[in-house]
């Protein structure tokens, strides 16, 4: 695959906070508990209906702690290859990283938005009136700055859509430095 620099544009999500990762390596720990908490019980008692129920929570337990491990430690970036008209979003859980290869679709306009959370919300909205999730800021002026230069890259419009109801088109050069 290409280096981040051979794309147009490349979105990583940042640095993960240390709560994060520290919650996924308990949660990750916790798993390999279980996994070995279920082995050794089969081992020592052999299969019963005791243990039959116990390696049933166990079994549980372990999908429960990898599924929380998973969504602490996800990572995700998104490269644009307007060259070759590809994009290529990036997975990773630690080590372990998946490549989700698709054509690009028509790009329409960049929004910013404001959720209900108090997150400005940034849209790559394509043909069909769908949109790709980009990213998310606490404050409306590093949205816009990011939205921008979004724009910039693919050479689409902005939308200032922070405001309910009150949606326009924004002069992409003027939040760029």
Not at 99 to 117: C, T, W
């Amino acid at each position: 695959m290409k280096e981040d620099d051979e794309f147009e544009l490349v979105v990583h999500q940042g640095r993960m906070p240390i709560w994060k990762t520290l919650l996924a390596a308990i949660l990750f720990t916790g798993m390999l508990y279980f996994l070995y908490d279920m082995f050794v019980v089969i081992w020592d008692y052999g299969l019963n209906d005791a243990t039959n129920r116990r390696f049933a929570g166990d079994i549980k337990l372990v999908g429960m702690t990898l599924a929380g491990g998973i969504s602490f430690s996800l990572r995700k970036s998104v490269m644009i290859d307007l060259d070759k008209n590809r994009l290529v979003s990036k997975f990773n859980v630690g080590p372990f990283c998946r490549n989700v290869r698709s054509e690009i679709p028509q790009l329409e306009y960049v929004s910013v938005f404001l959720d209900g959370k108090g997150y400005h919300q940034v849209n790559l909205w394509y043909k069909g009136n769908k949109h790709y999730n980009m990213y998310a800021f606490e404050e409306k002026k590093n949205a816009m700055k990011f939205a921008a230069n979004v724009a910039v890259k693919l050479d689409i419009d902005l939308l200032d859509a922070t405001e309910k109801g009150n949606f326009h088109r924004v002069d992409k050069f003027s939040f760029i430095n």
